[in-house]
């Protein structure tokens, strides 16, 4: 009998880790869902801690993509989006999956596809194939704001002062083939180069979706991000690993800025707040567990990209009844994130006291080893920083004198602009800028457009009138010479 006890205890203990698990798991706590939205779901969580690893595809039921957008049919609707909001969007493409899915972006600005003195900010959804929720909830994003730009003051603000772009999938393979890899079954949230180890180094290596996301950055300046995924329900922010791969908390050198913006969507957000797991709905990744080769961090150290990793629902794959309740959930926090970015922080531009030229040159707070690159074309700079701090703000650029002031953010936003003057050689010149260098070659090329775009006859009867009217000039200063020396006489020598 004691043997048989053993056994069914072995078996039953056994049969505990057959239940599907979610990564980045956190059960919805709140008590007041009217719906039954997680009471009634027939997607069980198997946990509300965090795991590495993934469901045992075995228990996805066939039909778990019901009612979810295919690859084809998001396409699609974001061209038909294209059609209905042109006014205020484009579409553009910056890549391609592994089997040639192209990655659609919506662009939504009222100058889309302009370089405006403006920040940028992107969404990323479905890095991780069985991660679909955030797809489905920035299509609904994109169609709130292309209805209620013109009526809601919110939808307005972001049209008007906003650069934001959307990337329903990163991952459109692994959607198709219901896993967290892509094609070739890479973790996309672990491809990239990392801080800490040297991995992810060999560009020939990296994933087609990982370099598009790459040049992409090297394309657009973009001031702040977020990227939606599945599983649990709270903001992530930067580190997502320590140097001893150690569980704790390491924190970036704008931790309290981050910390700022992990609230602003958490406190937004219908339930995310309440969780029992995660103080105030937010975490610092390296403190709930750490991960190398992330999206996240490889933002902010490359390009000064503040993004955040949003866990967006406690189910991967909730029915798809339920999006329109999760796109509730979520409206008014994924609107205050793009929102703060002119609601919040310090923003201004850089000038030269030579002329008032813009100068592309860097920002820098005291402090905090991380730099902002303000625009190349209006030197526009927008520094995200947590209001109610005192806060010393460098500016700088290379051939000029840095220039430094101290400043107290309060709530609101507050606009900074720099003057600065260009140093002095020994020998006391001005150093000269590039454009300035350019000028003279500039004026000499367009000079020599002119004479090669038809005007050789122009030309030609020009340098005759000249030189008549030189033949002109000559003979009357003779004849004054002339009568000059009839009137003075001879140039008498002086004496010694």
Same mark, same amino acid.
């Given at each position: 009998m004691e043997l048989l006890f053993s056994l069914l205890f072995l078996s039953l203990t056994f049969s505990s880790f057959l239940h599907p698990t979610f990564a980045r798991g956190g059960q919805r706590h709140h008590s007041s869902l009217s719906s039954g939205f997680l009471e009634n779901s027939s997607y069980n969580l198997g946990s509300t801690a965090r795991h590495l690893f993934e469901e045992n595809r075995l228990h996805l039921s066939l039909d778990i993509a019901r009612g979810y957008m295919?690859? =084809?049919?998001?396409?699609?609707?974001?061209?038909?989006?294209?059609? *209905?909001? =042109?006014? #205020?969007s484009r579409i553009y493409s910056i890549g391609k999956s592994v089997k040639g899915v192209p990655l659609w972006v919506i662009e939504i600005s009222d100058k889309p596809g302009e370089e405006e003195a403006e920040p940028a900010f992107k969404y990323i959804g479905n890095v991780h194939g069985d991660e679909p929720?955030? *797809?489905?909830?920035?299509?609904?994003?994109?169609?709130?704001?292309?209805?209620n730009h013109l009526k809601d003051p919110l939808a307005t603000l972001i049209v008007e002062n906003v650069h934001l772009h959307i990337l329903p999938t990163m991952n459109p393979d692994g959607f198709s083939l219901r896993?967290?890899?892509?094609?070739?079954?890479?973790? %996309?949230? *672990?491809?990239?180069?990392?801080?800490?180890?040297?991995?992810? &180094?060999?560009?020939h290596m990296r994933q087609p979706e990982t370099r598009a996301i790459m040049n992409w950055l090297r394309d657009v300046q973009f001031t702040a991000s977020a990227s939606l995924h599945g599983g649990a329900l709270v903001a992530n922010y930067p580190w997502d690993g320590t140097q001893d791969k150690r569980k704790n908390y390491f924190g970036c050198p704008d931790d309290e800025t981050f910390r700022?913006?992990?609230?602003?969507?958490?406190?937004? +957000?219908?339930?995310?707040?309440? =969780?029992? &797991?995660?103080?105030?709905? #937010?975490?610092?990744?390296?403190?709930?567990?750490?991960?190398?080769?992330?999206?996240?961090?490889?933002?902010?150290? +490359?390009?000064?990209?503040?993004? %955040?990793? %949003?866990?967006?629902?406690?189910?991967?794959?909730?029915?798809?009844? &339920?999006?329109?309740?999760?796109? &509730?959930?979520?409206k008014m926090s994924m609107l205050n994130l793009v929102a703060s970015l002119v609601k919040t922080g310090v923003h201004g531009r850089i000038f030269s006291s030579d002329g008032g030229r813009p100068l592309p040159g860097f920002i820098t707070v005291k402090g905090m080893n991380q730099s902002v690159k303000s625009g190349k074309t209006f030197a526009d700079y927008h520094r995200l920083l947590a209001p109610r701090g005192r806060y010393e703000v460098v500016a700088t650029m290379p051939g000029y004198k840095l220039r430094s002031t101290c400043i107290w953010l309060d709530e609101a936003a507050m606009t900074l602009d720099f003057v600065l003057d260009a140093e002095v050689t020994l020998k006391g010149n001005l150093l000269r800028s590039g454009c300035e260098c350019d000028c003279g070659n500039t004026i000499r090329l367009k000079f020599?457009?002119?004479?090669?775009?038809?005007?050789?006859?122009?030309?030609?009867? %020009?340098?005759? #009138?000249?030189?008549?009217?030189?033949?002109?000039?000559?003979?009357?200063?003779? =004849?004054?010479?002339?009568?000059h020396r009839q009137v003075v006489g001879p140039k008498r020598l002086a004496g010694v």
């Open positions: 295919t690859n =084809s049919q998001l396409e699609k609707a974001l061209m038909a989006f294209a059609q *209905r909001c =042109s006014h #205020i929720v955030g *797809r489905e909830l920035l299509l609904f994003l994109a169609n709130w704001i292309c209805d896993r967290r890899g892509n094609a070739n079954n890479v973790d %996309l949230n *672990r491809d990239f180069p990392d801080q800490f180890f040297p991995m992810n &180094e060999d560009v700022f913006m992990a609230s602003i969507y958490s406190q937004s +957000h219908y339930n995310m707040s309440l =969780s029992e &797991e995660f103080q105030g709905g #937010i975490t610092n990744g390296a403190s709930w567990y750490p991960i190398y080769g992330g999206m996240q961090d490889w933002n902010y150290i +490359h390009y000064g990209c503040f993004e %955040l990793t %949003l866990e967006i629902s406690d189910i991967k794959w909730p029915s798809a009844t &339920e999006l329109p309740t999760l796109w &509730e959930y979520n020599v457009d002119f004479l090669l775009g038809g005007h050789l006859e122009v030309c030609f009867i %020009l340098i005759i #009138i000249v030189g008549f009217l030189c033949f002109l000039f000559q003979r009357g200063m003779k =004849s004054n010479l002339s009568k």
